[in-house]
């Protein structure tokens, strides 16, 4: 990060979504990337998008094990806003995945198989970008509680853009409905944070709300925000 980044970085950090996301269009104009699963706050980045940025480039990982509801939500959103959304396939489809490492990697080992499915494709992705929004909040869990808004991201050789860390979940869903946008069905049905089928369960209200995800691992990341904690092993093929 440039010193001049660096220095706006921290005038940011207490800023309103829009004047982050204005700022990030004007620095980084088409070298900058929305990155989405359509969860609420993606969904609230986009819409602010239309008004700053519309043709921002939208990328969402598409493990090829979404819920049909995301799909559903996904070509919505795409219709109603015109995006330039790139849905970015892993190399291995789920059954190559199976063929080279067995069926239903996920349950053996999930920080592989979100390795394969996640985090490769992402970083080849992004590599055509120098920066990339995030719907990452503060409020999520306990290890997004100190997410930058502006930050250096090392891994993909870009800089992270959270707009709405400082926002809660109250806040995004009021934005949602003021604006009547559409959003996954799913919520409407106890799952506050939506990935892969897979690895997702609706969760109890005064559980924490990424609760549901890899409920049965203790694993509540994905590994494209924060490293996993076992490192990879060499041998995954992609
Ligand atoms: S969320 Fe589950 S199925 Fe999806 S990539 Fe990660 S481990 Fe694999």
């Not at 709405?164 to 944070?193: Q, V």
């Not at 997702?200 to 990424?210: F, L, Q």
Request: hydrophobic share 35%; charged share 25%.
């Amino acid at each position: 990060m440039t010193p001049q980044i660096q220095k706006q970085a921290e005038q940011l950090e207490n800023a309103a979504p829009f004047e982050i996301l204005s700022w990030a269009s004007e620095t980084y104009g088409d070298k900058l990337a929305i990155v989405t699963s359509f969860q609420v706050t993606g969904i609230v980045t986009l819409h602010m998008m239309q008004r700053i940025a519309p043709p921002t480039p939208v990328l969402t990982l598409d493990t090829g094990l979404l819920f049909p509801e995301t799909y559903d939500l996904m070509d919505k959103l795409e219709a109603r806003f015109n995006l330039d959304l790139r849905r970015i396939k892993p190399r291995q489809t789920p059954a190559q995945q199976a063929r080279d490492y067995g069926d239903r990697l996920w349950e053996r080992n999930p920080d592989r198989c979100c390795h394969i499915r996640k985090t490769i494709p992402l970083r080849d992705a992004l590599a055509g970008f120098d920066a990339w929004i995030t719907g990452l909040r503060r409020d999520q869990s306990p290890n997004r509680a100190a997410t930058p808004v502006v930050s250096r991201d090392a891994r993909n050789g870009s800089i992270k853009i959270a707009p709405f860390a400082n926002w809660t979940e109250d806040a995004i869903w009021r934005y949602i409905h003021n604006h009547d946008l559409p959003y996954n069905r799913l919520h409407n049905f106890g799952y506050p944070s939506i990935g892969c089928w897979t690895c997702t369960k609706a969760a109890r209200e005064d559980e924490d709300p990424r609760s549901g995800r890899w409920a049965q691992h203790g694993k509540t990341e994905c590994g494209i925000h924060f490293p996993l904690p076992e490192a990879v092993p060499s041998d995954v093929r992609v």
